[in-house]
């Protein structure tokens, strides 16, 4: 394996998300000063750093070492949790909650839009639209 694959593989996945740097910071719960470190001096991160890294992405270690994309989808523990807590619910409040979260892609796809970290902002935007 390449040494500069793991710095490029954060980076695609952020490109695909079409995540900034400080998004994937506060995804990862990592502070944006560690990882802008990371890119711009090229060092390779920590076990550690990348386990949160993946965990923000929601993908296993696994998933994002597999070049080739041949390695079926596992679900990370946090995944594993929220569908069993989804399956718990009623069937009613399965859609309540499915709602819920489009709404949330859409406030999140506008603070982004904006570069805000503001959720009123997003919010009184969407309801502009």
């Not at 719960?29 to 802008?36: H, N």
């Not at 991160?45 to 994002?64: A, H, K, Q, Y």
């Amino acid at each position: 394996m390449r040494e500069d694959y793991v710095l490029k593989r954060v980076t695609q996945l952020r490109e695909e998300r079409n995540w900034t740097l400080y998004r994937l910071a506060k995804e990862a719960d990592i502070s944006y000063s560690t990882l802008s470190n990371t890119f711009h001096r090229n060092n390779v991160p920590s076990v550690s750093t990348l386990m949160r890294i993946c965990d923000g992405f929601g993908i296993t270690m696994s998933e994002f070492f597999d070049e080739d994309g041949t390695m079926p989808k596992q679900l990370t523990a946090s995944d594993q949790q929220l569908l069993a807590d989804f399956h718990r619910l009623p069937r009613s409040d399965r859609g309540l909650v499915t709602a819920y979260m489009q709404g949330l892609l859409k406030i999140s796809s506008i603070r982004e839009s904006q570069d805000t970290s503001d959720p009123f902002v997003a919010f009184d935007a969407l309801k502009a639209n």
